[in-house]
């Protein structure tokens, strides 16, 4: 007997902004705090980050079987003067639905990413993870470097 | 007798587009690989990053008595959907002259782009660095979180 898992088929693209319907805050809800985001909120941010073309990308996986977007992560290109006037991909926001996971999604999620990166001429990419994801980026292709520090203003 | 340092004045400002000839990519040198950059490549860049305004800031520090430029930082904001569509600032690229280190422009720096996050609405400012320099960023109010992983694609 086949399990439910192998009949599903996933779909690697970009956000679009109806997958607010399908269920994209309340994947990032997993990942941490969204707060309340009303349509036009969303729409929005959706619309500004749209203008910044391939200097800013989401990528999604939807479950194609019930139309749930179940994994995500956003890369966006910084551009610098050191390494001539190099550009560097930073990646941030991974997350995979609690219940889809062991099946490489988040994998194809930070490939997408990574690919992007590289295919618009980033020397590299970067994102900062906790020490209990570090090996999950080892397996991605990613090795450690430095830390990170943050200060908070609320 | 009073040193030639203390005779010094400095003056904290935003990038200006004559700075490459105040020694600005030489500063930057001092940090990384900064590589051939010709002026139209700089003109360039420059005119690209002022393009984003308050959403990508890079302050500098000269020295007005030689009009040289011994510190520098950056700071973009990131738009996100988590937080309420939150944004978050990214500290990248500081460097203090190695000839003018001890004078807390370093600090002054931080403090800048730090500011100017906060005014802008980020929830939280955050940078890598080296471990080495994680008591300097302490002393600047940050606090160690994560850790950074990179993928290089050259």
Do not use: P, W
Not at 4 to 16: A, F, G, I, P, Q
Not at 76 to 99: A, N, P, Q, T, Y
């Amino acid at each position: 007997m086949q399990s439910n898992k192998d009949e599903k088929t996933y779909r690697v693209r970009k956000l679009e902004i109806t997958d607010k319907n399908k269920g994209f805050m309340e994947l990032l809800q997993q990942l941490t705090v969204c707060g309340s985001v009303s349509d036009d909120e969303f729409q929005k941010r959706f619309e500004e980050l749209r203008s910044y073309g391939d200097d800013h990308v989401i990528c999604v996986i939807e479950d194609t079987s019930s139309s749930k977007i179940v994994a995500t992560g956003s890369v966006f290109l910084e551009k610098k003067f050191i390494r001539s006037c190099g550009k560097v991909g930073h990646i941030e926001d991974v997350v995979v639905d609690s219940s889809a996971r062991g099946m490489q999604l988040g994998k194809k999620v930070v490939s997408f990413l990574a690919d992007h990166a590289c295919l618009m001429g980033c020397y590299k990419v970067i994102l900062d993870c906790s020490v209990d994801n570090k090996a999950f980026y080892e397996k991605c292709g990613f090795k450690e470097k430095e830390i990170q520090m943050v200060k908070y203003f609320i």
